[in-house]
């Protein structure tokens, strides 16, 4: 896993280049190091996810599915389909509520869905006001900078395509 540090527009950016949440137990616990650092089991995050992950095992991808959607069905979690086009290809948006196996959710959420970023909420931003912000600015926001300006977020982590690295937009440094 290689590291690199950017500052540009008044942000912080760290990416993890080369990063495997799904073969390297150095990378998952480097990983979930890195939540416990900006999460901690009381918080509440958002998250956007587009489509089923294609490079996961459809056994393994099916229990995923299973795990993840009964998390979503829990009180005070929430997921809804902003866009859809079959089962396997949508964008939508999520409210999960961190528990003491945070860590490992977020992991088979990472596992799960093709692209995927997280972050807690500020500003008391609610699920209904970040799918109206969606609807509003559009889902692409690659690298969560306009998320941060926009004040959503003080940071939001997000899966690259493909899983192999994550990018974390922060208005602070990130020592790690």
């Known amino acids: 896993m290689e590291l690199y540090r950017e500052y540009k527009d008044g942000l912080f950016f760290l990416t993890f280049d080369s990063f495997n949440l799904y073969h390297s137990v150095d990378d998952r616990i480097a990983f979930k190091q890195m939540l416990n650092r900006f999460l901690k089991e009381t918080d509440e995050i958002l998250c956007y996810f587009r489509r089923e992950e294609d490079l996961t ?32 290809r949508f964008d939508a948006i999520g409210k999960f509520k961190l528990e003491y196996d945070f860590a ?53 982590c997000i899966k690259g395509l493909g899983g192999d690295y994550l990018t974390i937009t922060s208005i602070q440094d990130v020592n790690i």
Not at 65 to 78: A, D, M
């Open 104 to 156: 490992n959710a977020i992991i088979e959420m990472w596992k799960y869905f093709y692209s995927f970023s997280f972050f807690a909420p500020i500003n008391n931003l609610t699920f209904e006001e970040y799918e109206e912000y969606l609807e509003v600015n559009g889902f692409e926001d690659i690298d969560g900078k306009n998320h941060v300006y926009h004040q959503l977020a003080n940071f939001i």
């Open 57 to 88: 095992d459809d056994e393994e991808l099916l229990q995923l599915k299973q795990s993840i959607f009964t998390r979503f069905t829990l009180k005070g979690n929430e997921f809804k389909y902003l866009y859809q086009i079959d089962e396997r």
